[in-house]
T-cell receptor, first 112, second 115 residues
Framework: AQSVTQLGSHVSVSEGALVLLRCNYS??????LFWYVQYPNQGLQLLLK??????LVKGINGFEAEFKKSETSFHLTKPSAHMSDAAEYFC??????????FGAGTRLFVKA | KAGVTQTPRYLIKTRGQQVTLSCSPI?????VSWYQQTPGQGLQFLFE???????NKGNFPGRFSGRQFSNSRSEMNVSTLELGDSALYLC??????????????FGPGTRLTVT
């Protein structure tokens, strides 16, 4: 069965520091992978997606993620954190069907 | 294009009552999925509709039901409300076609409080 694991329910970084949010998935077929962001009292917004092709994917707001098949990972990074990045981030996987599985989420705190 | 809209945004109900939530997808999207989000359980998949047919269903009791209309708008209904049904209910739309990228676009959610 497919599953998504996000390591760390809370991550805290200083403004200007590297952001690294970890996501591992389990899948027996090539997955479609997504990162979504949720700001308080809002729905989820798509940050970036991996379908096929280039394994390094660039998204909005300076975020990027790298698909590593051998490690079954899809970690999200941003070189320099901004205060506005404080939010909850969700990794999600779809196996080419019509059901997307979401991870438990990682809340990012950015310290001034 | 207009985004996904959900009505109402906030709702307070009493135990035992029933509630209907509405979702209008992005124009051209034929798939609508519903999720329940709570602090303890995270995002839980409720069901997904495509062209008025339920294609997938999560592990929720029969009190939770939904439907989709010919214009792709969707409603979900919760009967005999329980305190544990208090949650943010999110609707997401997508093209829903096989071979697509399966990304979803979410509405702002309906915050349901059951007292």
């Amino acid at each position: 069965a497919q599953s998504v694991t996000q390591l760390g329910s809370h991550v805290s970084v200083s403004e200007g520091a590297l952001v690294l949010l970890r996501c591992n998935y389990s899948s027996s077929v090539p997955p479609y992978l997504f990162w979504y962001v949720q700001y308080p009292n809002q729905g989820l917004q798509l940050l970036l997606k991996y379908t096929t092709g280039a394994t390094l994917v660039k998204g909005i707001n300076g975020f990027e993620a790298e698909f590593k098949k051998s490690e079954t990972s899809f970690h999200l990074t941003k070189p320099s954190a901004h205060m506005s990045d404080a939010a909850e981030y969700f990794c999600a996987v779809n196996l080419g069907g019509f059901k997307t599985i979401f991870g438990a989420g990682t809340r990012l705190f950015v310290k001034a | 294009k207009a985004g996904v809209t959900q009505t109402p945004r906030y709702l307070i109900k009493t135990r035992g009552q029933q509630v209907t939530l509405s979702c209008s997808p992005i124009s051209g999207h034929r798939s609508v999925s519903w999720y329940q989000q709570t602090p303890g359980q995270g995002l839980q998949f409720l069901f997904e509709y495509f062209s008025e047919t339920q294609r997938n269903k999560g592990n929720f009791p029969g009190r939770f039901s939904g439907r989709q209309f010919s214009n792709s708008r969707s409603e979900m209904n919760v009967s005999t409300l329980e305190l544990g049904d208090s949650a943010l209910y999110l609707c997401a739309s997508s093209l829903g076609l096989a071979g697509g990228s399966y990304e979803q676009y979410f509405g702002p959610g309906t915050r349901l409080t059951v007292t």
